[in-house]
């Protein structure tokens, strides 16, 4: 037994990065790559606040590229890029 559930485990895994290589995921495969529960994604979708896909209107699709980019907005910056941005900012002003 503990033989098979290594098969399982290591299955498991080769699954996950190839995951990794598709462009379109499913429904559930969006939910594990954003780690979102599926009730909320429902809601997003439902709200048009996530970019998604349903091509014959049932099932719903994302594109990677579409959802990292929706995870990546809204970015903090760090204390550093701020001083930068006005260290920036000033110098440009001063110029004559």
């Not at 290591?10 to 996950?16: H, N, Y």
Request: one cysteine or more; hydrophobic letters at 25%; charged letters at 35%.
């Amino acid at each position: 037994m503990s033989e098979n559930q290594s098969v399982e485990q290591r299955l498991d895994t080769i699954e996950r990065l190839l995951r990794g290589q598709k462009s379109v995921l499913t429904f559930e495969e969006g939910c594990e790559f954003t780690g979102l529960s599926k009730t909320y994604m429902y809601k997003l979708t439902h709200r048009n606040k996530i970019p998604f896909f349903k091509p014959h209107g049932k099932n719903i699709y994302f594109s990677r590229e579409e959802l990292e980019k929706w995870l990546m907005r809204n970015q903090t910056k760090s204390t550093q890029q701020k001083e930068q941005e006005a260290i920036d900012y000033v110098a440009r002003k001063r110029r004559p």
